[in-house]
Nanobody, 125 residues
Framework: QVQLVESGGGLVQAGDSTRLSCAVS????????MGWFRQAPGKDREFVAV????????YYADSVKGRFTISRDNAKNAVFLLMNSLKPEDTAIYYC??????????????????WGQGTQVTVSS
């Protein structure tokens, strides 16, 4: 059974940095693309970042490009999201998601087959 558990986040000040982690219980984790999405109050879930199965490709939403960095550690079955220069509009619940095998990644939630429970990030001004 696939399980994803996010950690990190919490309350931070505008301009600060924080890192989210996602531990993934799945066989052959290294074969899957991994993504991060977020959902702010009253808004739809939106794509944030994705990393390909081999880690050589990353893709970001325009709103976070240059500030956020996605990475993975296949030895630990984990994916990370380093968030720098945080803004109040980054406030949301952040979800990690398991993509498809041998995929370079997608910004569509429909391309992800399992999701974590989410972790709250609140950025105060």
């Amino acid at each position: 059974q696939v399980q994803l558990v996010e950690s990190g986040g919490g309350l931070v000040q505008a301009g600060d940095s924080t890192r989210l982690s996602c531990a993934v219980s799945v066989r052959t984790f290294s074969l899957y693309s991994m993504g991060w999405f977020r959902q702010a109050p009253g808004k739809d879930r939106e794509f944030v970042a994705v990393i390909s199965w081999h880690g050589r490709n990353t893709y970001y939403a325009d709103s976070v490009k240059g500030r956020f960095t996605i990475s993975r550690d296949n030895a630990k079955n984990a994916v990370f999201l380093l968030m720098n220069s945080l803004k109040p509009e980054d406030t949301a619940i952040y979800y990690c998601a398991l993509g498809r095998t041998y995929s370079i990644g997608s910004n569509s939630a429909a391309e992800y087959d399992a999701w974590g429970q989410g972790t709250q990030v609140t950025v105060s001004s």
